[in-house]
């Protein structure tokens, strides 16, 4: 089973509001990630969690605020976004942060 | 810097057609390949890798060859179906130490009936 399951699959938001994205995985893995996609573009690097700690944070503004409660669990929290934020938001694992990568189906967000 | 190169789309096929995907790339050493497929409104699903030279990768009818004289990874498909209609992501991560997954920038496929 490679399953990483995200919620919600749709999220609207204001620029004034805070919400969360929630990322889960029952694998096993013990690295965690974060992606923003935007339209017919590639995946982006925003941040890699090791053995529940951050370990890379590609440079994203502050109001993007990952959380891993767990090693099974990520969260991402959003405040104050802007509309360029807009995009989907996709979580991966891998075994290792060496390993191969398996993504969730995704958090399609808009910021109104 | 390491990169990935792939053709660019759409790939217009009727059914049945066979499939070739072009995908060339730049790193140093020995990298892992890989070839992740995103279906309309979805993520990314690993469809198949590879991690050294030679090594043929296949899943779902797809196969892609590790050639490390060509720095290639082309991808495969003897018979398309209106099903594989898809975005196509080649991509390639160093093997040393933590490395972030490159990737091409995506063929989109469209298969007709």
């Known amino acids: 089973d490679t399953e990483v399951t995200q919620t919600p699959k749709h999220l609207v938001m204001g620029m004034t509001n805070k919400k969360s994205l929630k990322c889960e995985q029952h694998m096993g893995h013990r690295a965690m990630y974060w992606y923003k996609q935007k339209a017919k573009k590639p995946p982006e690097l925003m941040f890699v969690y090791s053995y529940e700690k951050l370990s890379i944070n590609e440079s994203v503004p502050s109001r993007f605020s990952p959380e891993c409660p767990n090693s099974s669990l990520l969260n991402l929290h959003l405040h104050a976004l802007q509309p360029e934020d807009s995009a989907l938001y996709l979580c991966?694992?891998?075994?290792?942060?060496?390993?191969?990568?398996?993504f969730g189906p995704g958090t399609r967000l808009l910021v109104l | 810097g390491n990169s990935v190169t792939q053709m660019e789309g759409p790939v217009t096929l009727s059914e049945e057609a066979f499939l070739t995907i072009n995908c060339t790339y730049t790193a140093t050493g020995y990298p892992s390949l890989f070839w992740y497929v995103q279906y309309p409104g979805e993520g990314l699903q690993l469809l198949l890798k590879?991690?050294?030279?030679?090594d043929k990768g296949s899943n779902k009818g797809f196969e892609a060859t590790y050639r490390k004289e060509t720095t290639s990874f082309h991808l495969e498909k003897g018979s398309v179906q209106v099903s594989d209609s898809a975005v196509y992501f080649c991509?390639?991560?160093?093997?040393?130490?933590?490395?972030?997954?490159?990737f091409g920038t995506g063929t989109r496929l469209l298969v007709s009936p």
């Open positions: 991509a390639l991560r160093r093997n040393t130490g933590f490395q972030k997954l490159v």
């Open positions: 590879a991690t050294k030279a030679d």
């Open positions: 991966a694992s891998s075994k290792g942060d060496q390993e191969t990568q398996y």
